[in-house]
Structures are given as structure tokens and as C-alpha cells.
């Protein structure tokens, strides 16, 4: 499985970015996707997630600014990010997680790169 991640870039505070992430496989065949992030000297953390089934989980942090979705027909993942914050910015990554026979599967995408300035 290869995810393609997208739509980083440089925006001013209150602004907005929505992040795609293309899956080289059907996600109706993937569990679970995320998106993570990793700030300059920070750990990763998970910012939002979402089933096969389209049950969504949103961090405490970026919630009520951000929306998780996926397009089948597409096979991509988005992260609808508005109201932009300066400790939003961070590498953004895309992860799939399948669930097989043997156990479970984890793929990471490139990362993109989200500045947000003050």
C-alpha cells in the first residue's frame, strides 16, 4: 500500500488548508486511517481519524477546526483544516491500517509540510 500525501503549505493564522491523502489500493480495504503530525521537536500525535465504516475521532486539540473524510470513488483521505494556529504547524503524515489474517499492517505516507504564521 503507498499513500500519497498533499495539500500542505504556508497559510496565515485563521486560515485555511485541506490535506489529501491517495491510496494506491481500494480504502473500502483499509480499517482505519489517520492523520498525524509532527511539530519541530515534538513527538508525533495522532489529529484525527476514521474507520471503513465512516466513524471519525478528532484530537482535543484541533477540534471543531478540522474535518476528516474519504472518498471512495477516489480512494483518498482529506483533512479539512480551517482556523489555522501557529502550533498547527507541523509535518503532517497519512496512515492506513489493515487488519489481516497475521495481524495488522501499518503504512505511512510522505508527509506534508503545514506552516501557519502569525
Known amino acids: 500500500v503507498q499513500l500519497q500525501a498533499s495539500g500542505g503549505g504556508l497559510v496565515q493564522a485563521g486560515g485555511s488548508l485541506r490535506l489529501s491523502c491517495a491510496a494506491s489500493?481500494?480504502?473500502?480495504?483499509?480499517?482505519?486511517m489517520r492523520w498525524y503530525r509532527q511539530a519541530p521537536g515534538k513527538q508525533r500525535e495522532l489529529v484525527a481519524g476514521?474507520?471503513?465504516?465512516?466513524?471519525?475521532n478528532v484530537a482535543d486539540s484541533v477540534k471543531g477546526r478540522v474535518t476528516i473524510s474519504r472518498d471512495s470513488a477516489k480512494n483518498t483521505m482529506y483533512l479539512q483544516m480551517n482556523s489555522l494556529k501557529p502550533e498547527d504547524t507541523a509535518v503532517y503524515y497519512c496512515?492506513?491500517?489493515?487488519?489481516?489474517?497475521?495481524?495488522?499492517?501499518?503504512?505511512w505516507g510522505q508527509g506534508t509540510l503545514v506552516t501557519v504564521s502569525s
Open positions: 496512515n492506513a491500517m489493515i487488519i489481516t489474517r497475521s495481524g495488522i499492517d501499518n503504512y
Open positions: 476514521i474507520t471503513r465504516t465512516g466513524i471519525t
Open positions: 489500493v481500494t480504502i473500502d480495504s483499509i480499517h482505519n
